[in-house]
């Protein structure tokens, strides 16, 4: 019953390496995100999809592509994976600005 | 530009006396305003939100927010604090779809 769910939960991968992450909600919710957490903590979005259109993209490095192949799903896949790229990832979707959070996706990239 | 300020990075507080988490905005128009908590190694949850109407937004876990518009603040708010409310705080704000995060507050409570 879970709303917004994403996988894997961890993922450790090499510098170099391509990687995806999907993320699924049941909301019924027409607008789906991606944030970014930091080492800091501090977290930041990176796109918004509604109805499966890009309609925000916060100047992410275009070796992130997200896919949305219909409303319930927005995944996310990193090419050439950097040391940089290690963070937390939440997947969103939302209802009047109201954000329903993923439980997240760490990723390490050694 | 916009943002939001939460001015410390930790606040400690003894379990059973009241706590305060500030948070400041400088955003236009009339925002959407939000507290998350992050539990240790978990997802984002939701406290509370504050749409419109009473300044004072009642939430989840016994937690509240007052809404003041004129000094363009929404501080995190609970009477008595339990050692298991420590966690890690997020004031965010929403003037479009995008949301916009503090920096974070960490609060812990001590037995």
């Known amino acids: 019953d879970t709303a917004v769910s994403q996988t894997p939960k961890y993922l450790v991968t090499q510098m170099g390496n391509d990687k995806s992450i999907k993320c699924e909600q049941n909301?019924?919710?027409?607008?789906m995100y991606w944030y970014k957490q930091d080492s800091k903590k501090f977290l930041k979005i990176m796109f918004s999809?509604?109805?499966?259109?890009?309609?925000i993209n916060e100047t992410v490095p275009n070796r992130f592509s997200p896919k949305s192949p219909d409303k319930a799903h927005l995944n996310l896949h990193i090419n050439s994976l950097e040391l940089g790229d290690s963070a937390v990832y939440f997947c969103?979707?939302?209802?009047?600005?109201?954000?329903?959070f993923g439980p997240g996706t760490r990723l390490t990239v050694t | 530009a916009q943002s939001v300020a939460q001015p410390e990075d930790q606040v400690n507080v003894a379990e059973g006396n009241p706590l305060t988490v500030k948070c400041t905005y400088s955003?236009?128009?009339?925002?959407?305003l939000f507290w998350y908590v992050q539990y240790p190694n978990r997802g984002l949850q939701f406290l509370l939100k504050?749409?419109?109407?009473?300044?004072l937004v009642k939430g989840s876990y016994g937690f509240e927010a007052e809404f003041n518009k004129s000094q363009t603040s929404f501080h995190l708010k609970k009477p008595s604090a339990l050692v298991s409310d420590s966690a890690l705080y997020f004031c965010?704000?929403?003037?479009?779809?995008?949301?916009?995060f503090g920096t974070g507050t960490r609060l812990q409570v001590f037995p």
């Open positions: 965010a704000v929403s003037p479009t779809d995008k949301l916009i």
């Open positions: 504050y749409i419109t109407g009473d300044n």
């Open positions: 969103a979707s939302s209802l009047q600005r109201e954000k329903f």
């Open positions: 955003v236009s128009g009339n925002p959407y």
């Open positions: 909301l019924g919710h027409d607008t």
């Open positions: 999809y509604n109805n499966k259109e890009l309609i």
